[in-house]
């Protein structure tokens, strides 16, 4: 019962360096979202998909790109990162819009 | 104007209290409303659904007024176990329908 599933959990970059998140879902949903967390604030949108093909942007997308070739799977790209990205990322998905979203357990990201 | 506001706390409390959390929402046309757990350094996990009628899950009680737009949180006997962040989540009905998280409230339960 894997649900929504992140790799890696932790990960320290240096400046400039690219990484690619990786989140896949086998609850079949077609909405599938990431969001960064920084100590003490909420969760901030970067990136959105409704499907397979189709990616929006959230509230805060610069420095990051997402790409989903699959239903299950939602990739989220940093390039040349910075150190105002570390933060925590949580992927999720859910089958609506309006339904609940389901979380992965989160990916813990530094950049030095 | 946030689309969803609460009290960031924290509430601090003795075990076996009651406490209860208030969050407003800007947009009167949604209709999906729920409310969330977030234990520190953990992910939001989906604590209940609000329904229009208010419903209960054991010591959790969830009140939904549409005419002020608020929904409300109420623990009896409160735990040890339920100090985490309580995270209320709204609809935005007019962008995409997705729902929007507030900021949380933390929530202290003390022996």
């Known amino acids: 019962n894997a649900g929504v599933t992140q790799t890696p959990k932790f990960r320290i970059l240096k400046i400039g360096q690219s990484m690619t998140l990786q989140c896949t879902q086998d609850m079949n949903h077609n909405y599938m979202y990431w969001y960064r967390q920084d100590p003490g604030m909420g969760l901030k949108l970067i990136y959105y998909s409704v499907g397979a093909g189709i990616t929006d942007k959230g509230e805060v997308p610069n420095g990051y790109n997402v790409s989903r070739s699959t239903t299950e799977d939602f990739p989220l790209r940093l390039e040349l990162a910075a150190p105002s990205q570390t933060s925590v990322y949580f992927c999720?998905?859910?089958?609506?819009?309006?339904?609940?979203?389901?979380f992965g357990d989160g990916t813990r990201l530094s950049i030095l | 104007r946030k689309e969803v506001e609460q009290d960031p706390g924290p509430f601090n409390v003795p075990e076996g209290a009651t406490v209860a959390f208030n969050c407003t929402y800007s947009n009167s046309a949604s209709q999906s409303f729920f409310w969330y757990r977030q234990d520190c350094r953990k992910e939001p996990k989906l604590l209940m659904s609000?329904?229009?009628s208010g419903n209960e899950d054991g010591r959790f009680t969830a009140q939904l007024n549409r005419a002020s737009q608020y929904i409300s949180l109420l623990i009896r006997d409160s735990k040890l176990s339920d100090s985490a962040t309580y995270l209320c989540v709204v609809n935005r009905h007019n962008a995409g329908n997705m729902l929007t998280f507030g900021g949380g409230t933390r929530l202290m339960v003390k022996p």
């Open positions: 609000v329904y229009s």
């Open positions: 999720a998905s859910s089958g609506t819009g309006n339904q609940p979203q389901h």
